[in-house]
């Protein structure tokens, strides 16, 4: 098994791009990582999903990823660098060997690594797709958390029981009233998840809200 040493990683749930990294995430410094290379095909699948490893892969991993802390080295269970030779990201898997993080690489890391890779043999893979991440894949970090941010204040709205300013959404995005406060926030919250034209009407009604 090969090793990466001292590079920088982001996890999170979602997988974002380095460009994309906010000066307030938690940024993991890594001492030493397993990483492994593999075929495209699985490369992309494992990076555009949820999956699930045999506890094969658990069982070889396992502490082998060390972490720098500011007066002593720590230890993540499950984790592990992966790539095709074309681009590299990192996972951290649960005891069930499900991912639930990922991070990319600064550019420089990748690229370094990436020539290192060069004569490496590929791995096979023992693994199940869980959930497919794809459809939100896309959208960038930006709309993501405006998203999740919309959405909670049109929940605080519907749970104070607002109808009025749930009915006068309604007016402007499709053009009629809508009475039942129940209707009117299932038809919202869809637009919201949805996004289309609607979805700028919604994010422009709630920041005038929040500047009041």
Same mark, same amino acid.
């Given at each position: 098994?090969?090793?990466?040493?001292?590079?920088?990683? &982001?996890? &999170?749930?979602?997988?974002?791009? +380095?460009?994309?990294?906010?000066?307030?995430?938690?940024?993991?410094?890594?001492?030493?990582?397993?990483?492994? @290379?593999? #075929?495209?095909?699985?490369?992309?699948?494992?990076?555009?999903? #949820?999956?699930?490893?045999?506890?094969?892969?658990?069982?070889?991993?396992?502490?082998? #990823?060390?972490?720098?802390?500011?007066? =002593?080295?720590?230890?993540?269970? =499950?984790? +592990?660098?992966?790539?095709?030779?074309?681009?590299?990201?990192?996972?951290?898997?649960?005891?069930?060997?499900? #991912?639930?993080? @990922?991070?990319?690489?600064?550019?420089?890391?990748?690229?370094?690594?990436?020539?290192?890779?060069?004569?490496?043999?590929?791995?096979?893979?023992?693994?199940?797709?869980?959930?497919?991440?794809?459809?939100?894949?896309?959208?960038?970090?930006?709309?993501?958390?405006?998203? %999740?941010?919309?959405?909670?204040?049109?929940?605080?709205?519907?749970?104070? $029981?607002?109808?009025? @300013?749930?009915? =006068?959404?309604?007016?402007?995005?499709?053009? %009629?009233?809508?009475?039942?406060?129940?209707?009117?926030?299932?038809?919202?919250?869809?637009?919201? $998840?949805?996004?289309?034209?609607?979805?700028?009407?919604?994010?422009?009604? +709630?920041?005038?809200?929040? %500047?009041?």
């Amino acid at each position: 098994m090969s090793y990466i040493y001292d590079i920088l990683l &982001n996890f &999170n749930t979602k997988y974002y791009d +380095f460009f994309e990294w906010n000066k307030n995430d938690e940024i993991t410094h890594i001492k030493k990582i397993p990483i492994f @290379k593999t #075929t495209s095909e699985d490369f992309l699948k494992i990076k555009l999903n #949820t999956v699930k490893f045999s506890e094969n892969l658990l069982n070889l991993i396992e502490n082998k #990823t060390e972490i720098f802390k500011k007066n =002593y080295t720590s230890k993540l269970k =499950y984790s +592990f660098l992966l790539s095709d030779g074309k681009d590299v990201f990192a996972l951290k898997l649960n005891k069930e060997g499900l #991912t639930t993080q @990922k991070s990319s690489l600064l550019i420089e890391e990748s690229e370094d690594i990436i020539k290192l890779l060069k004569l490496t043999k590929g791995t096979m893979f023992n693994y199940s797709i869980i959930n497919s991440d794809i459809k939100n894949q896309f959208e960038t970090r930006y709309e993501i958390e405006k998203k %999740q941010e919309i959405l909670k204040f049109l929940e605080n709205t519907y749970k104070q $029981n607002d109808s009025k @300013k749930l009915s =006068y959404l309604c007016l402007e995005c499709f053009g %009629q009233n809508e009475t039942d406060i129940d209707i009117a926030y299932e038809k919202l919250k869809k637009e919201i $998840n949805e996004p289309n034209e609607n979805f700028h009407k919604i994010i422009n009604f +709630f920041k005038l809200i929040i %500047q009041k």
